[in-house]
């Protein structure tokens, strides 16, 4: 069996990840108690269902403790879990709450909305530490579509390297575990022809190619992450997610990101994802 978890904070999208596995032909199951995840993974293989997809959140009340551990016992039985951690700002989360005027799960009279997605953020530390992070904050629900139909596309490969460009005026990306700041390499910003282009045009690629600084950074970068890159397989992490920051995200960063994951890509699974592009 394929099994997805989809988790998260409340407000980040869980519905529209779902749906797209529904779309894809997963058997698909909404706010299932986390207590119940084994005895459901039980039936579901028996009566025949390959491609299963589940969300679990705070919605599962107490036993949301045990999911860590169960998701450890179905790895040991050969099930194929993969677990899809979807995030967003504070603020960003407060403003959707204030479009579709929804309750947050753990709201009550003690509990202001912020307090509410602090504590829901508290609650998910442990399982969002097993998870592969998206960070949907600045994403529109097309581009999540097409970064969840990426991420199932490798769910269950081994160790997924993915490499994300973004721009520091919008804040570092909180699905980053490595970042690296590419802000003092030269701008093709202020070339009045370069500007209206990104990182993956030719005429950028070749004037960033051009540039030796540019290259050191990269070879610096490249050198870093194959160096480690056997300590967090070790580590039996799934998903390892590079984060390379320019000031707009638009050059500078997305070179690097596009010609970091071409070379990594003979070496295992890869995504790419262009923040500020999306």
């Known amino acids: 069996m394929q099994l997805i978890l989809i988790t998260g904070l409340s407000g980040s999208g869980k519905s529209v990840a ?9 058997y ?25 997809a589940l969300s679990i959140d705070v919605r599962g009340g107490t036993t949301l403790t045990e999911l860590p551990r169960q998701i450890a016992d179905l790895k040991r039985a050969g099930v194929e879990v993969s677990v899809l951690f979807l995030d967003a700002k504070a603020d960003t989360l407060i403003k959707r709450y204030s479009e579709t005027r929804r309750r947050h799960p753990l709201s009550d009279s003690a509990l202001t909305l912020p307090e509410c997605i602090a504590r829901e953020r508290e609650l998910l530390t442990d399982i969002a530490d097993l998870a592969h992070r998206v960070d949907t904050s600045d994403l529109s629900p097309n581009t999540l579509r097409s970064w969840v139909k990426d991420f199932v ?10 490499f994300e460009s973004f721009g520091y005026k919008n804040g570092i990306p909180l699905d980053a575990d490595l970042v690296f700041d590419v802000r003092c390499l030269p701008n093709p910003h202020y070339d009045p022809q370069l500007r209206p282009l990104t990182g993956k045009d030719q005429t ?7 540039n030796s600084d540019t290259q050191k950074m990269l070879d610096d970068i490249r050198r870093f992450v194959e160096n480690w890159l056997p300590s967090f397989n070790r ?12 000031t707009g995200g638009r050059h500078r960063s997305v070179y690097l990101a596009e010609v970091l994951a071409g070379h990594f890509r003979t070496q295992t699974p890869v995504l790419v994802r262009h923040r500020e592009l999306s």
């Not at 596309?153 to 993915?162: D, E, I, Q």
């Not at 580590?235 to 320019?246: K, M």
């Open 18 to 26: 779902l749906n797209v596995l529904e779309d894809s032909s997963f």
């Open 28 to 52: 698909c199951v909404d706010n299932l108690p986390a207590k119940l995840l084994p005895e459901l993974v039980g039936f579901l293989t028996a009566a025949g269902y390959e491609r299963v």
């Open 153 to 162: 596309g490798l769910a269950g490969s081994g160790l997924t390297l993915l």
């Open 204 to 210: 950028v690629i070749d004037f960033l190619s051009a």
């Open 235 to 246: 580590d039996n992490r799934s998903y390892l997610t590079v984060a390379v920051g320019c």
